[in-house]
Nanobody, 126 residues
Framework: QVHLVESGGGLVQAGGSLRLSCAAS????????MAWFRQAPGKEREFVAA????????YYTDSVKGRFTISRDNSKNTVYLQTNSLKPEDTAIYFC???????????????????WGQGTQVTVSS
């Protein structure tokens, strides 16, 4: 298991940006698939983005493509989610998650991730 702690959330106006961080301890992240999910009030948790950790492969849900960027710094054991051009519909609690190597086509399946952070709130005002 790896312990994950998110930070960087906050209140921002539409069109603004936030950089979310996910710091890991207990294990190095280099061998894990790392992902960000989010959950809005009254809605199910949804996939946002994932980083495979090998070769720089990433995957995004359609609604954030071109606006969000996932990255990792293995030397700091930290994963980031740069969120730009934020919209009110991006308001949610954002969670990072870690998975042992899983196939690319499954990166959006929350059930495959074994470690989760506590989440960080992102609120976008109109």
């Amino acid at each position: 298991q790896v312990h994950l702690v998110e930070s960087g959330g906050g209140l921002v106006q539409a069109g603004g940006s936030l950089r979310l961080s996910c710091a890991a301890s207990g294990r190095t992240l280099s061998s894990y698939v790392m992902a960000w999910f989010r959950q809005a009030p009254g809605k199910e948790r949804e996939f946002v983005a994932a980083d495979g950790g090998t070769g720089g492969t990433t995957y995004y849900t359609d609604s954030v493509k071109g606006r969000f960027t996932i990255s990792r710094d293995n030397s700091k054991n930290t994963v980031y989610l740069q969120t730009n051009s934020l919209k009110p519909e991006d308001t949610a609690i954002y969670f990072c998650a870690a998975a042992a190597p899983i196939p690319y086509g499954t990166w959006d399946r929350a059930v495959l991730y074994h470690s989760w952070g506590q989440g960080t709130q992102v609120t976008v005002s109109s």
